[in-house]
């Protein structure tokens, strides 16, 4: 089986920062890409950003500039510094890992359990 583990949520001022952390574990034989996705209540999810294990990024029109995504291939791990935070960041963030399971081989995704961001005014 496969599992993301997830951490850095919280409560941050407007203009604050955070780090966002996930780590993937399990059956994985490799990785393809690592990304976050959020969701704001009644609102869709979203994707936020996006890394694929060459080191390309992603990342939606609205943390341009202010959200950076890294990745650590021999860890399996990916983070999202958030900086720059608005009351519109807050969300439920999730994160999601695109990879090549073991047994049996085929591309498959996994989620995590996601973890809350509040961002007050």
């Given at each position: 089986?496969?599992?993301?583990?997830?951490?850095?949520?919280?409560?941050?001022?407007?203009?604050?920062?955070?780090?966002?952390?996930?780590?993937?574990?399990?059956?994985?034989?490799?990785?393809?890409?690592?990304?976050?996705?959020?969701?704001?209540?009644?609102?869709?999810?979203?994707?936020?950003?996006?890394?694929?294990?060459?080191?390309?990024?992603?990342?939606?029109?609205?943390?341009?500039?202010?959200?950076?995504?890294?990745?650590?291939?021999?860890?399996?791990?990916?983070?999202?510094?958030?900086?720059?935070?608005?009351?519109?960041?807050?969300?439920?963030?999730?994160?999601?890992?695109?990879?090549?399971?073991?047994?049996?081989?085929?591309r498959r995704d996994a989620w995590?359990?996601?973890?809350?961001?509040?961002?007050?005014?």
């Amino acid at each position: 089986q496969v599992q993301l583990v997830e951490s850095g949520g919280g409560l941050v001022q407007a203009g604050g920062s955070l780090r966002l952390s996930c780590a993937a574990s399990g059956s994985i034989f490799s990785i393809n890409a690592m990304g976050w996705y959020r969701q704001a209540p009644g609102k869709q999810r979203e994707l936020v950003a996006t890394i694929t294990s060459g080191g390309s990024t992603n990342y939606v029109d609205s943390v341009k500039g202010r959200f950076t995504i890294s990745g650590d291939n021999t860890k399996n791990t990916v983070l999202l510094q958030m900086n720059s935070l608005e009351p519109e960041d807050t969300a439920v963030y999730y994160c999601k890992v695109d990879y090549f399971s073991t047994i049996p081989y085929y591309r498959r995704d996994a989620w995590g359990q996601g973890t809350q961001v509040t961002v007050s005014s």
